[in-house]
């Protein structure tokens, strides 16, 4: 059966920290890896991930991919209030098959 | 936003009734999904749906019927819906890549 296990399950951190967050799965046939940020509504895209060792950046926000050892990290630098949401982490395999999601790590900052 | 609409937003119903939650989109895409989303499980999919006609179970499908008879409606029945049902239920649509663009959700309590 198709996993994917993100840990930390919650966090607190004061604005300015940096943070780590971590995705890991087992998952027959990846294709590739995505990451969501979920604040009250709607999860949003952040990332898609397809190939190991490639950062991807945006802002104070990257991530990157360990094909080999079947995990992801997501860092946000310089937390803000903003940046308190729920992270989701999720695995494609081919085919159409749909994503496979984690639980969610959920991010609170505060001031 | 790339055209997605559930409706109601909110909807309080007893136990035993039957409901009946909406996605729709504008934008023609052949893959929808209708998820679940509960503290401590992350969101679980219930159906998922291929084109007109085709649709498929998820992980949570027991109590769940879908329907879809033209491209742009996805609709997700709670046959007699119980208290374990109540939730907050997401309609996502595939952009491609194995990127999802969600609906804002609808909050569901089964009283």
């Known amino acids: 059966e198709d996993k994917v296990v993100q840990s930390p399950l919650s966090l607190v951190v004061h604005e300015g920290d940096t943070v780590t967050l971590n995705c890991s799965y087992e998952?027959?046939?990846?294709?590739?890896l995505l990451w969501y940020k979920q604040e009250k509504k709607a999860p949003t895209f952040l990332f898609m991930l397809t190939s190991s060792g490639i950062e991807k950046k945006s802002g104070r926000l990257s991530s990157i991919l360990d094909k080999k050892e079947l995990f992801s990290i997501l860092n946000i630098t310089a937390t803000q209030t903003g940046d308190s949401a729920v992270y989701l982490c999720?695995?494609?395999?081919?085919?159409?098959?749909?994503?496979?999601f984690g639980k969610g790590t959920r991010l609170s900052v505060i001031a | 936003d790339a055209g997605i609409t559930q409706s109601p937003r909110h909807k309080v119903t007893e136990t035993g009734t039957p409901v009946t939650l909406r996605c729709h989109q504008t934008e023609n895409h052949r893959y929808m999904y209708w998820y679940r989303q509960d503290p401590g499980h992350g969101l679980r999919l219930i159906h998922y749906?291929?084109?007109?006609?085709?649709?498929d179970k998820g992980e949570v499908s027991d109590g769940y019927s879908v329907s879809r008879s033209k491209t742009e409606d996805f609709l997700l029945t709670l046959e007699s819906a119980t208290s374990s049902q109540t939730s907050v239920y997401f309609c996502?649509?595939?952009?491609?890549?194995?990127?999802?663009?969600f609906g804002s959700g609808t909050q569901l309590s089964v009283l």
């Open positions: 749906s291929y084109g007109v006609k085709d649709t």
């Open positions: 999720a695995v494609e395999a081919p085919g159409n098959t749909p994503l496979v």
């Open positions: 998952v027959t046939n990846f294709r590739s």
């Open positions: 996502a649509i595939s952009m491609g890549g194995g990127k999802l663009f």
